[in-house]
Nanobody, 126 residues
Framework: QVQLVESGGGLVQAGGSLRLLCAAS????????MGWFRQGSGKEREFVAA????????YYSDSVKDRFTISRDNAKNTVYLQMNSLNTEDTAVYHC???????????????????WGQGTQVTVSS
């Protein structure tokens, strides 16, 4: 089992940047595929980005591709989400998630992830 704690959210103006962090407990972090999802007010939770266990494979939603970058440091049990060129549509609670098991592909489905953090609020003002 793994516990996830997000940080780094806050209020930023449109066009600005934020870097989210997700710290994981346990000694098996490198065995989990990791993802970031977000949920805006009154909306369903949606996929943002995911990264493979070794960090060499990544996958992004079309809405954040070329603006956001996901990365991980297995030595620090941490996954990051660098968010640039933020706009008001990016306002949401951002959750990190861990997917247990060995898979050939990276999943964008929230139903495939086994563990979730509480989330961190990101608010982008116009």
């Amino acid at each position: 089992q793994v516990q996830l704690v997000e940080s780094g959210g806050g209020l930023v103006q449109a066009g600005g940047s934020l870097r989210l962090l997700c710290a994981a407990s346990g000694r098996t972090f490198s065995t989990y595929q990791m993802g970031w999802f977000r949920q805006g007010s009154g909306k369903e939770r949606e996929f943002v980005a995911a990264i493979g266990r070794s960090g060499t494979g990544t996958y992004y939603s079309d809405s954040v591709k070329d603006r956001f970058t996901i990365s991980r440091d297995n030595a620090k049990n941490t996954v990051y989400l660098q968010m640039n060129s933020l706009n008001t549509e990016d306002t949401a609670v951002y959750h990190c998630a861990a997917r247990q098991g060995t898979y050939f592909s990276i999943s964008s489905s929230r139903y495939d992830y086994d563990y979730w953090g509480q989330g961190t609020q990101v608010t982008v003002s116009s």
